[in-house]
């Protein structure tokens, strides 16, 4: 069978696209399992039996899934009414997740640091009363006293941790910056500007991990898919156990509102499932006995049992939590040349703070007088302003930011160095079949030869096709349905052309061009144009043919379009036949493309276009992708989660197996690299400002703070703005 895409592939890609129930494929009428998540294109999973699982008696509420309240027992072991969440410890331990909305942050999740900042502001009140508005020997020892406490209590986590890094080798860092600064002022009897430059540090601080928080929201969402414990079936009870300890073949019950452990089949029970985390579509998908499930999803209806089928660690939700995870560790040039830059600014700062406090005084009278009068203070208040906090902090975060804002469409990014190469791309190289179109065949036309009935020629293509697994023979088995197939004799493949077979003492044929002209066939119909055909036979005379053809994705056309209106040009890679290939370019809107490609010439024309200068990007779906997508300077898999080499091979993957989110993502990284810019001329500018005011000026502690921290503070905002 000829005018097929990726051959090589094709039979695996049948049976990962059909849908199964109870283990019984309806497309090619075959009892064989597979998994199902990205493969299938449908986000179904479960059922189940008893809401609660448990054997007591309540009125169910919503760990139950039922809109009426009830008493807690043994579901969760706390006899008070709650809706599951993160709040309730029993429960998270559960997988419980919040159904209606990503938890969103709320003075809450600050408590601790808030509440440290509230006593050390009071506590600094009530010093300065006793400082300013009280006099004695006691005041005076009372207001100390309390200024110092007021000073623990937001400086004493950051003195730790500035020890902490003395003893690693790690002398020169903010916290020591803080400290230095800090314990000075106090020692030089500024109290006051003492306990500011910890308080508004601390503040600085606070808001800052509210800012990566935030920027991490959607990156946390995917770390949520691992589930850390479930509730197993043995025998007619259930135990909960570690998620990781699960086996192939145990059975788990999964309640409303709980994240299915790992890949399974549903053995029992009727629900939904929300599978946005997986697959970014936000409509819960209807399941039933015999779905298969992806681990990481949310049950959102009735209870479930589900058979396990996979070891969390093979999983999809596993494979895109180590993405993740490479994602963090794989720093963007810009952040690798700012963390270079602090190792030498800040012990360079250092020296020149010794310089500033110890050379100036030689030109006074009093040394003693001079270096502790005005020097010292000066020195301190450029170590306050010299902090590179802002940039060492907010340039990472833009690109965490960036990442996270690709994530919500559906783009995986692996690291900050990823989505910065991502802004230099000029060229996008695409393959055809699975990423243009929607690599599933389907049959548009039937013609018959003369004298012939389209009955007889649906019952020869019935026949013939019955008994393979080929993507076509699939796809021509569903336009016809089911045939009696109990008088077929012996059956043949010829690999690449057809396949023969006896029915009711008559041999029929069926496959392209080449088969017939080798069995003497003369076929007069012979079609011209977009599709694969597959021509019949019966005993050597033609019957006629049926086309296949596959469609472009909705929305591919406007990808395409969005592309040019970057700049990017668009070239298409196929390994099909001319003919197809153009049709599906000028569907598309390409107006360059290449077709009739093996692997090996696609990674050739990338190695071409890179020689000649361009940026590329090549975005595939197929294991013989993979060259090629390693071969660019930034290699995109779509819908990949079940292709370990493509998914290995790329820099970036597409979980909604679509390309939709391409254009976005490239605005994303071009958004990314703006906001670095931004940040790092702020941070640059306003501190050598302020620095040469206080050097040439009287030095001011607290106005030194309040820009490192504002300086700060704005750069984190303009990091997570979107």
């Not at 963390?339 to 009278?365: H, R, W």
């Not at 502790?372 to 340039?395: E, N, Q, R």
């Amino acid at each position: 069978m000829d005018n097929v895409d990726k051959n090589k592939d094709s039979a695996q890609a049948a049976d990962d696209k059909v849908c199964l129930s109870d283990g019984h494929c309806n497309l090619c009428s075959q009892d064989h399992k597979h998994e199902h998540g990205d493969c299938c294109g449908h986000d179904h999973k479960h059922e189940h039996g008893d809401c609660c699982g448990h054997d007591h008696k309540h009125e169910h509420g919503n760990c139950c899934g039922h809109d009426h309240k009830h008493e807690h027992g043994d579901c969760c072991g706390h006899n008070h009414e709650h809706d599951h969440g993160e709040e309730c410890a029993c429960c998270a331990t559960k997988g419980h997740v919040d159904l209606n909305a990503t938890k969103k942050l709320s003075l809450a999740d600050f408590k601790i640091p808030l509440i440290k900042i509230g006593v050390s502001a009071v506590l600094t009140a009530i010093a300065a009363v006793c400082q300013f508005a009280l006099k004695g020997k006691a005041a005076e020892i009372s207001a100390i006293v309390l200024y110092c406490a007021a000073y623990l209590v937001v400086g004493f986590e950051y003195i730790v941790q500035a020890v902490k890094g003395v003893a690693k080798g790690d002398v020169f860092n903010e916290n020591m910056l803080m400290t230095v600064a800090s314990i000075g002022a106090m020692a030089l009897g500024e109290y006051v500007e003492g306990v500011a430059v910890m308080l508004l540090y601390c503040i600085g601080e606070t808001l800052q991990d509210a800012a990566i928080a935030k920027s991490k929201g959607d990156i946390v969402r995917l770390l949520g898919l691992k589930v850390d414990s479930c509730l197993k079936l043995v025998g007619e009870n259930t135990v909960e156990v570690n998620s990781e300890s699960l086996d192939i073949g145990d059975t788990v019950v999964v309640r409303r509102g709980e994240k299915i452990p790992s890949d399974g089949i549903v053995e029992e029970g009727e629900s939904a499932i929300d599978c946005s985390s997986m697959t970014g579509e936000s409509v819960p998908v209807a399941v039933a006995k015999g779905s298969e499930v992806a681990g990481g999803t949310v049950n959102t209806g009735n209870t479930l049992k589900v058979k396990i089928t996979k070891k969390f660690e093979d999983t999809q939700a596993s494979k895109i939590l180590r993405l993740v995870e490479d994602a963090q560790e794989n720093k963007p040039r810009a952040q690798k040349l700012i963390t270079k830059f602090a190792a030498i600014y800040t012990p360079a700062v250092f020296a020149l703070a010794l310089i500033v406090a110890f050379l100036p005084p030689l030109f006074y009278e009093s040394y003693a007088a001079a270096l502790t009068g005005i020097w010292l203070k000066k020195a301190l208040v450029f170590l306050v302003i010299s902090c590179p906090c802002a940039l060492v902090i907010s340039i990472p975060l833009a690109f965490f930011a960036g990442i996270g804002k690709c994530s919500k469409k559906g783009v995986l990014v692996k690291g900050g160095n990823y989505l910065e190469a991502m802004r230099n791309i000029d060229t996008v190289c695409m393959d055809k079949t699975g990423t243009i179109t929607k690599g599933v065949f389907e049959v548009t036309s039937a013609v018959t030869a003369d004298g012939i009935s389209l009955e007889r020629l649906k019952e020869a293509a019935g026949v013939c096709e019955s008994m393979s697994t080929h993507p076509i023979a699939v796809s021509v088995m569903k336009y016809v349905g089911t045939n009696d197939v109990s008088g077929i004799g012996e059956y043949r493949e010829f690999s690449g052309r057809g396949v023969s077979c006896e029915y009711k003492g008559k041999r029929l044929l069926a496959g392209n061009l080449k088969l017939m002209k080798e069995n003497g066939v003369e076929i007069n119909n012979v079609h011209e144009g977009y599709g694969s055909v597959v021509y019949f036979a019966e005993e050597g005379k033609e019957l006629g043919y049926v086309t296949l053809s596959d469609t472009v994705k909705d929305g591919a056309k406007d990808v395409i379009a969005a592309l040019k209106a970057q700049g990017k040009r668009v070239i298409m890679l196929t390994g099909d036949t001319e003919n197809n290939a153009k049709f599906v370019a000028e569907e598309a809107g390409i107006e360059e493309y290449r077709a009739a490609l093996l692997p090996q010439d696609k990674y050739d024309i990338v190695e071409q276009l890179k020689r000649e200068g361009a940026k590329v990007m090549f975005v595939g779906d197929g294991l013989n992708d993979a060259p090629a997508i390693k071969a660019a300077n930034l290699g995109v898999c779509v819908g990949g989660l079940g292709n370990d080499a493509s998914v290995e091979a790329s820099d970036v993957v597409l979980s909604t197996g679509t390309v939709d989110g391409i254009p976005a993502a490239f605005e994303t990284a071009k958004q990314t690299k703006k906001r670095v810019v931004e940040n790092i001329a702020l941070s640059l500018v306003a501190k050598a400002a302020i620095m040469i005011v206080s050097l040439a000026w009287i030095p001011m502690m607290w106005l030194a703070v309040i820009a490192d921290v504002g300086v700060c503070i704005v750069a984190i905002i303009n990091s997570v703005r979107h």
